[in-house]
């Protein structure tokens, strides 16, 4: 069955050191991958798409088909990175997005 | 250009009760997707619009839910009887074209259910 983990609930750095949010996921065919991101009091919203290949307010991720893997990185993180970070698959490419459980992202001064 | 904007942002009701969520997507949208977050669970699907037609309703969780697109504008997502596991957050989203390119998420709205 398709599955999206993201094995952290909590991930708690210091600003200016380098952050990894993990995301795994189970699929067999070619997955569109996503990572979405929720600040406080805002609504969820697209951060980066794996097919972009871009890189979003210092985030990169690499789509890593021998190890399942769509880690989103950033190399120094900043106060203002803290949120709630989903990565989500689209497998069929239909639009149907399987989420996982979410990471909280805290950046302390 | 307008977001995705759904109302209410909270309602409260009692078990029982019948609550209506609508959400209005972004003009030109033909794709409406909802989805909802309980409490301490992932963000699942619940269905998915094209103009006025249910594409996939795979993850409506039983008949109490009737989701309706008249017109292939706004959406309604009605609970009757509501219960109180349906509590959580209810998420509407739209986008011009379904797959790669992702979503513009609502706010939201959260549902509680005493």
């Known amino acids: 069955a398709q599955r999206v983990t993201q094995p952290e609930k909590l991930l708690s750095v210091f600003k200016g050191a380098p952050v990894e949010l993990k995301c795994n996921y189970s699929?067999?065919?070619?997955?569109?991958l996503f990572w979405y991101v929720q600040y406080s009091r805002q609504r969820l919203q697209l951060l980066l798409r794996?097919?972009s290949r871009e890189s979003i307010k210092g985030f990169t991720a690499d789509l890593n088909k021998g190890e399942t893997s769509f880690h989103l990185k950033k190399p120094f993180a900043q106060e203002e990175d803290s949120a709630m970070y989903y990565c989500?698959?689209?497998?069929?490419?239909?639009?149907?997005?399987?989420f996982g459980q979410g990471t909280e992202l805290s950046v302390k001064p | 250009e307008a977001g995705v904007t759904q109302f209410p942002s909270h309602s409260v009701i009692e078990k029982g009760q019948t609550v209506t969520l609508r959400c209005d997507p972004i003009?030109?949208?033909?794709?409406l997707y909802w989805y909802r977050r309980v409490m301490g669970k992932e963000i699942k699907f619940l269905l998915h619009?094209?103009?006025?037609?249910?594409?996939?309703e795979s993850g409506m969780p039983n008949n109490r839910f009737l989701a309706e697109r008249t017109g292939g504008t706004y959406s309604t997502l009605k609970v009757q009887p509501a219960e109180l596991e349906d509590s959580g957050v209810y998420f509407c989203?739209?986008?011009?074209?379904?797959?790669?390119?992702?979503?513009?998420f609502g706010s939201g709205t959260r549902l509680t259910v005493v």
């Open positions: 989203a739209s986008s011009q074209e379904a797959g790669t390119y992702g979503y513009t």
């Open positions: 699929y067999s065919g070619s997955p569109e």
């Open positions: 794996h097919i």
């Open positions: 989500a698959l689209d497998y069929n490419q239909g639009g149907k997005l399987i």
């Open positions: 003009s030109g949208h033909d794709n």
């Open positions: 619009f094209v103009k006025e037609s249910k594409q996939d």
